[in-house]
């Protein structure tokens, strides 16, 4: 079973097991689609693996144990190997973890976890525990967790997956080894992707400009789907850069448009930000004579050129401001015509088109 990516971490973590220096708890962090979840199943796979334990090497994930594994992991809603247990949010999305009932806890649960890992193994050295996203534990449930962190069982690793580890209680990160993940090289992501994957060169490339090093992101995005929403974008853009009243009523008519109902917010509105967001950076850099292979939208590079030379140079800071103002807004749940609206007459302002300068 490969790991792409972070490819030390993983050597680290392999000799640390080999030399039964695993610390009992880990905390697993970095940001989405890096690898983060199959290591983790990757170094529970090896410091149980038979195969390796009885001196016949590295299995690399295809014995029978560390196939079960794999199942479980796949499947996510039966135990295939006895001692391995993955928990996550359940219920709308995002979920929770819940603390789980006090004497009789239901699977899943962190009671149940706290239980289970006084458990002797019944196959492996040890138990090992995968808590896939720990920052959605109830709240009463964290200090339960804690407690198990705190006094652990023998022979139990206990391994924590988060893209958000400050959203963790101190105390609990406090008593795991950190293990930070890093986000690909645009270079290595384009590899991964070409040879792993058999992506197109040509796709291969412009996936790894505007992944951002998630190679999940890269191989879950509907390249269709997203040129479609980045064309908006970009002509959102080159609108915000005409002066006059008929550009603005324009970019209200397209704020409405994207916003006006759920459906259309999901399938289009929704990543509007984030690809303008894209394009600003984008236009930053063209305009300080950065190289076209920086760019996040490579391909874009002579409708970026055309438009960065109609436009005042772009400060990174209000673009910066810009883009928390727009995602605090709509984490807050704000009604998102009026985001849509403030992102689009405030892009105006940061390309000095706005109604002062019409």
């Known amino acids: 079973m490969d790991v792409l990516g972070n490819r030390e971490i993983q050597e680290i973590l392999l000799r640390a097991a080999d030399a039964d220096r695993l610390h009992h708890a880990l905390l697993f962090h970095g940001p989405e689609g890096v690898g983060k979840r199959r290591m983790a199943l990757r170094l529970a796979m090896y410091r149980t693996c038979p195969q390796r334990l009885d001196g016949a090497g590295d299995c690399g994930g ?42 009789n806890p239901d699977w899943g649960t962190i009671r149940w976890l706290n239980h289970q890992a006084h458990l002797c193994p019944q196959e492996a050295v040890g138990n090992t525990f995968i808590i896939d996203r720990p920052e959605l534990i109830q ?49 290595e992501l384009e590899e991964v992707l070409r040879d792993r994957f058999d992506v197109s060169p040509v796709e291969a490339r412009l996936l790894s400009g505007i ?16 040129r479609e929403q980045r064309a908006l974008a970009l002509e959102m853009a080159q609108t915000a850069a005409r002066p006059g009243w008929g550009a603005r009523q324009s970019l209200m008519e397209m704020a409405a448009a994207i916003s006006g109902s759920v459906k259309q917010w999901e399938l289009v509105g929704r990543g509007i930000p984030e690809l303008l967001g894209s394009l600003l950076r984008d236009l930053i850099l063209v305009q300080s004579g ?31 401001q810009l883009a928390a103002e727009v995602k605090k807004g709509l984490e807050r749940n704000l009604n998102r015509r ?5 992102m689009l007459i405030n892009l105006t302002g940061i390309f000095g088109t706005d109604l002062q300068s019409a």
């Open 62 to 103: 295809g014995c029978p144990s560390c196939s079960r594994m794999a199942r479980q992991y796949e499947a996510r809603d039966r135990q295939h190997h006895p001692d391995l247990y993955y928990l996550e949010p359940e219920g709308k999305d995002p979920g929770v973890i819940k603390i789980g009932e006090r004497h």
């Open 139 to 187: 709240r009463e449930a964290r200090h339960s967790l804690l407690k198990t962190l705190e006094e652990p069982p023998p022979a139990c690793l206990i391994i924590l997956v988060t893209s958000q580890p400050n959203e963790l209680m101190s105390t609990i990160r406090s008593r795991c080894q950190s293990v930070r993940f890093r986000r690909f090289s645009r270079e």
């Open 211 to 226: 992944s951002r090093g998630s190679l999940g992101r890269a191989l879950d995005l509907d390249l269709e789907t997203w």
């Open 290 to 320: 950065s190289p076209q292979e920086l760019l996040s939208n490579p391909d874009l590079g002579d409708e970026l050129r055309e438009l960065a030379g109609q436009l005042v140079p772009v400060d990174p800071g209000r673009a910066y």
């Open 338 to 342: 009026l985001v849509c609206e403030m």
